[in-house]
């Protein structure tokens, strides 16, 4: 079946304006994460949901940063007023969690933000 | 203090012949699950094994195995007769307390004809 789908591929904001970006999952699978990966911090976890229960924010880096999953699929990750260092490639992964011994997340492509 | 080291910025190996990527962990949560990622130039994430921490045997798929000593907490992984395919940026992670991975920075490696 098909895999994790990311959208857009890039994205070129200017300083101070707001990014949406869009993960489609696995089709069943129950968790979702968003990472990000930029040169000087390596890969980073952002956010976590699974299932119905109420996400794990820890990773987000500030409160202009939120993300949303409608109906237990799509997820929007959205950056309010975007700086500089926000420039990254942010990554979607999805997991089955049906309690596999390794239940491995599933990565899309990504979707790199640049913003100028 | 850093959940995932590994040491080696960049790797070179002959096509045909085995190499070791190295990571070391630290946790203090008893059940835990080590991966290794690879992440060619295209730049898309690709599973390639796991290692849950009370698993007794090292983890084997196919060319890969991960050399898993849990007393040194170490979990590098062998990848045996390189291909030129095989050149790419190798992560190693950690799961602990929940689902979320933990990266390390990462090791390129680079596979000569």
């Known amino acids: 079946g098909a895999g994790v789908s990311q959208s857009p591929s890039n994205k070129v904001t200017e300083k101070g304006k707001d990014v949406e970006l869009r993960c489609d999952p696995i089709s069943g699978h129950t968790a979702l994460y968003w990472y990000r990966q930029s040169l000087g911090q390596g890969l980073e976890f952002l956010i976590y949901f699974q299932g119905n229960s109420a996400p794990d924010k820890s990773g987000l880096p500030s409160d202009r940063f939120s993300a949303e999953r409608t109906g237990g699929s799509v997820s929007t990750l959205t950056i309010q007023r975007t700086q500089q260092e926000d420039s990254a490639v942010y990554l979607c992964a999805s997991s089955a969690l049906a309690g596999g011994r390794s239940d491995e997340q599933y990565f899309g492509p990504g979707t790199r933000l640049t913003v100028t | 203090a850093q959940k995932i080291t590994q040491t080696q910025p960049g790797m070179f190996v002959q096509e045909k012949e085995a190499v070791t990527l190295d990571c070391t962990y630290d946790?203090?949560?008893?059940?835990?699950?080590l991966f290794w990622y690879k992440q060619p130039s295209s730049g898309e994430m690709i599973f390639l094994i796991y290692q849950g921490s009370y698993d007794q045997q090292n983890a084997t798929e196919g060319r890969y195995s991960l050399n898993f000593q849990k007393a040194r907490k170490s979990a590098n992984l062998v990848i045996s007769a390189s291909q030129l395919g095989d050149s790419a940026m190798y992560f190693c992670?950690?799961?602990?307390?929940?689902?979320?991975?933990?990266f390390g920075a990462g090791t390129i490696l680079r596979v000569k004809s």
């Open positions: 946790t203090s949560d008893p059940s835990y699950g």
């Open positions: 992670a950690m799961r602990e307390y929940g689902n979320k991975l933990v």
